[in-house]
């Protein structure tokens, strides 16, 4: 087996499944603020706790119903949508005409309510979810070993990240997406409901987070901050790709995850800030972000 | 993009730039004599914290009221100058008044870096930036040598002002953090009501207007994100002279959050709002202490209150009412 700089292929390989697995969450998770913020113009700051939510609505469907983790793959994220159509409808939707920054506070105090609340509930010690025994053990692969479920989040994201960029540039439900971002009065003159269009869009962006999360709730413990600290790096990895493409979000997602466990095996130090250095990077070079459209 | 703030009157021109109006000046005088008694009223260390975050939230209003530009990163300079303080006064043996200042210039550094890279965005990419790099600053805290991981720099000593006066006594103390933190937003006010400070508004109301009267915008933005992170940070460095401590609560995102709610809630873009607002969330934190989670909840509602329906903040409101800049 070869030699890389002193470092073992198994450790190599092994952070980079790690970065892998931690960028198919930045992917769903940026590519979830990215559409909502397409259409919505808002930051959605409660994508994090959202996302704990989801791991939160998982782990309660199982202990108090006995509900399992392939029902709650489905279940979770729709119940996490319901609550965020909830939260459009009753909150968002007075904030449109008003600076999009008022709805990045709203956003932000949602995230803190939500979260204080599971860490009044729950502590902060985080709870145990057992990974599906359909998915428990290995493939040994000679050269490493290779947890099924990890192989699992990996394939799973990346069907979920396609199966959306799909809807949303290959059928009509995303050409009329598309072109309400685009000129939302000319397309409710076509006779199309946009704010129905809006609220939809916003549950089917935080059912991603809950999803994400469900994905998650067997790797990290469920635990109430496990979105606070992600979602600003997501923030980091949404700047760095730019908003402007649904395509865009998803490549760097992975991408960041990737160079961030290659760090953690070359310099293990510089692995918390690597994303956050290649985005002042990317802001002295391309200040629009690599996939960015828009101006500034 | 910037906050608009089209019906509060603190954006109202005032003609004169030589001096303050009668009743700002009136109100100035009357807070000064109200925190000359106030620490014979409450415990001086009570009063020493809601100073330091009036003058923290003052400096991030500078930013958000005037230049409307929404950090969401102000923890990076509010915590990393309390830890340049700290650092100075405990390993270097700086006295008191070196110490701070030593902790204001650091932010004053980080705050050139940081914001000469976040003006090249704008609206609400700026806030993401703010954030992310403060994230950053957050993890060096947390792995760097000299900043003691998880325990902070604790026991950080107070020393002798000018190498003379003992402030081991709370009251002299509190009267050194008292003329800090005054002087601070009295420098501040002095910088909003300038003509550095017309020109700020009509780059916040009017971005590509400012350009076309050729003012060079980024320039402007970045001295007044300078000046916000300075005065900021000079507000971390003197809370870990009242504390003795240096910690991570100081650099965490929340506390980027908690600035901006004592701003909001106050009043963003008015000369007291911060002030007032400041008082009450540290306030409601002393009194809430003991429900643990409940205080972040509690923090939670009051911003998705303000936002919804108090956008003003109460200080707008009752500036709205008088029909006077406050």
Redesign the interface.
Known sequence: MFELLGISPQVLLGQLLLGLINGAFYAILSLGLAVIFGLLNI?NFAHGALYMAGAFVAWILLHYLGIGYWPALILAPLIVGAFGIVLERT?MS??YK?????????T??????????F??YYGISGLPYQIPSQLSGGQNLGFMFLPNYRAWVVVASIVVCFGTWFMIEKTRLGAYLRAATENPALVSAFGINVPLLITLTYGFGVALAGFAGVLAAPIYSVNPNMG??LI??V??V??IGGMGSILGAIITGYMLGIVEGLTRVFYP?GS??VI??I??IV??IK?EGLFGKEA? | ????QTDTPASSPIANDAGMSPLHKAIFLGLLAFLVVLPFMVYPVFAMKIMCFALFAAAFNLLLGFGGL?S?GHAAYFGGASYVAAHAAKVWGLTPELAVLSGAAAAAFLGLIIGS??I??????F???T???A??VY??A??AEFTGGEDGIQSVPRGKLFGLISLEDNISLYFFVLALTFGGILFLYRVVHSPFGQVLKAIRENEPRAISLGYDVNRYKLIVFVLSATFAGLAGATKSQVFQLASLTDVH?AMS?EV?LMT?LGGMGTVFGPILGAAMIVTMQNYLATF??????I??????I???LF?EGIIGVISRWLKRPL
């Open positions: 930051i909150m007075r904030l008003l600076d999009h920054l008022y709805g990045l506070l709203l932000f105090g949602l995230a803190l309510i939500i979260q204080g609340l860490r009044n606070a600290d600003i790096v923030f980091a949404v700047v130090e918390a800030v956050f250095v985005m002042a802001l002295l200040p500034r | 993009m910037s906050i608009q929404l969401f890279l976040s090249r965005r704008q609206g609400i990419y806030a993401m930036v954030l992310a790099f994230q950053m993890f060096v947390l792995q995102w959050g901006v909001l643990g989670a409940w205080v972040t909840v923090q939670g509602v009051i911003f998705v303000g936002v919804l956008r």
